[in-house]
């Protein structure tokens, strides 16, 4: 941490950018500005800029939460000003990830398709499953009908969790679901089935928060939301 109120730029005002915005005060965080293109409207009292480049000083840090091409704007912007960046976009092809990775070299970067504490814990209890001989798997991901990446940012990542099983994905886009996530491991004779349900869209906005306040003061690097939710150390 590099000082008791970090100045914080959230970019991107749709539904999670505004939440993080709502919350950063409760969560440590002086709101500096929300970035997006576009006025999104009551911003109860925050400052609001149409770009980053339109911002007078830079923050101490900055969370994302945009569309794929906002998140190397991010990158790009945040490797050239010194800023850490944590990102919670979703449905980044190769070369869009490759700008995080980029910009890992010159500052802390911390890209997690999800933020919650649970999905989390799932994604290490998964990973340790290695020796248990899982012979195929199912994962369902469930969300609300205006997501616009399928499969879901979260069900991709639990499937690398259980590499190299083969994990078929089905994606529902429902109503207003946030967002449930199932995984049913086959085993010999045996199914085993972890689910997560998320009830409100402020645990990602919350999680992000507190990674950001875990990412500041480290060297520049990738972390994971993992090295943050189950309090172990960077890859
Ligand atoms: P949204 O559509 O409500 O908002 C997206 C915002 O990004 C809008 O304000 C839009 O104007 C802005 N934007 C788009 N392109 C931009 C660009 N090039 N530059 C600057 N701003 C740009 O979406 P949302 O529900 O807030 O979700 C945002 C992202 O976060 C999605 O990828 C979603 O899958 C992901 N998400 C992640 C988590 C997590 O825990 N990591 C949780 C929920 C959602």
């Known amino acids: 941490m590099t000082q008791a109120r970090p100045r914080l730029v959230v970019h991107g005002a749709g539904r999670m950018g505004r939440l993080v915005a709502a919350a950063a005060s409760a969560e440590g965080f002086q709101l500096q500005a929300l970035v997006s293109r576009q006025h999104p409207g009551d911003l109860d009292g925050a400052q609001w800029r149409p770009g980053l480049d339109a911002l007078g000083t830079a923050p101490d840090l ?20 010194g800023v850490p960046l944590v990102s919670g976009t979703t449905g980044l092809e190769a070369l869009q990830a490759r700008a995080l990775e980029r910009a890992a070299t010159q500052v802390p970067v911390l890209h997690a398709a999800n933020f919650s504490p649970g999905v989390n814990a799932m994604l290490g209890v998964l990973e340790s499953l290695g020796g248990l001989g899982i012979r195929s798997a199912r994962l369902t991901d469930v969300h609300h009908i205006h997501k616009k990446d399928a499969p ?9 969790a259980l590499a190299p099983v083969q994990v078929a994905i089905e994606s529902r886009r429902e109503g207003e679901v946030i967002g449930d996530h199932s995984v049913a491991l086959e085993l010999d004779g045996e199914t085993l089935t972890l689910a997560h349900h998320a009830e409100e869209r402020e645990i990602f906005a919350r999680g992000a928060l507190r990674a950001a306040r875990w990412l500041l003061g480290r060297p520049a690097g990738r972390y994971r939301a993992q090295d943050w939710a189950l309090g172990g150390e960077a890859d």
Do not use: K
Not at 65 to 78: D, I, K, Q, Y
Not at 152 to 160: K, M, N, V
């Open 62 to 81: 900055l969370i994302d939460f945009t569309l794929p091409s906002g998140t190397v704007a991010a990158a790009r912007w945040c490797a050239a000003q």
């Open 152 to 160: 879901s940012g979260t069900a991709l990542a639990l499937a690398a």
